[in-house]
């Protein structure tokens, strides 16, 4: 049921854990902040121009709790859609986004990006750095021809969310079915049976690679996927 004051509550409460700095308890913290924002999204109207821009807010809210998760494709699909619903004209949301594409080595749209934001905006003197960090950072990838080429996959980690794991080098190996080439079966009597590198392994290479016989979802996972075929719903799955 929508509710503007329990949405208000919900964001309230969401920014208010989002500001403590006690990095020791940073992603329950985090999961929790993430909680009250999909809470707010749950209740806030869309019935009209006002409505629609606080509910901007609660998007734009949330995708700086995603970024700090390092869930970097929702945190784009946020403020997206928060610029969609009308978001007010402000450097920090593009700031984000430009931060965004360069974790996911977009160098180029990155690079347009910060283009934008100083062909937009009266940069505040504590928002400098970082764009002209972004920006180095980003020429230095163009240069470098380092663009992504987005062979990877999305896993989703416990509480730490989704994460990229690189798919570019994967290749079955024919004696062990569903297992990289990477890999081989051994056996001792100490060991028993076991799984050893043939290869250097670096982190992010995908070393099994099989579809499940039965899955469920956990519940932390209800907000962001499809129950019934656990499609990931990239942001949508707020809405009635």
């Not at 993430?34 to 749950?42: G, H, K, Q, T, Y």
């Not at 121009?49 to 700086?64: G, H, M, P, Q, V």
């Not at 798919?167 to 051994?186: C, L």
């Not at 932390?220 to 075929?229: E, F, I, K, R, V």
């Amino acid at each position: 049921m929508k509710n503007e004051s329990v949405a208000a509550k919900h964001r309230a409460e969401g920014i208010s854990l989002f500001i403590k700095a006690d990095d020791a308890g940073k992603v329950p913290r985090l999961m929790k902040c993430l909680e009250d924002f999909n809470s707010a999204l749950l209740h806030s109207s869309f019935s009209g121009e006002s409505d629609r821009i606080e509910t901007s807010k609660l998007f734009a809210n949330r995708s700086a709790v995603f970024f700090d998760l390092q869930r970097y494709d929702e945190a784009l699909q946020d403020i997206e859609i928060a610029l969609k619903l009308g978001y007010p004209f402000h450097q920090k949301v593009w700031i984000r986004k430009a931060k965004i594409l360069l974790e996911q080595r977009k160098f180029k749209e990155a690079l347009g990006t910060v283009e934008f934001i100083e062909g937009s905006f009266a940069i505040a003197e504590g928002e400098f750095w970082k764009i002209e960090t972004v920006k180095k950072k980003a020429l230095e990838g163009v240069e470098n021809n380092t663009e992504d080429t987005d062979t990877g996959v999305d896993v989703r980690i416990g509480d730490m969310g989704r994460r990229r794991f690189n798919k570019r080098h994967f290749q079955e190996n024919p004696t062990f079915q569903y297992a990289s080439r990477r890999v081989r079966i051994g056996f001792d009597n100490e060991r028993t049976r076991h799984v050893l590198a043939v290869e250097d392994i670096q982190p992010g290479d995908i070393l099994f690679d099989e579809i499940p016989f039965a899955s469920i979802l956990l519940s932390n996972a209800y907000l962001d996927y499809c129950y019934h075929c656990h499609s990931y719903l990239q942001g949508q799955g707020i809405f009635p």
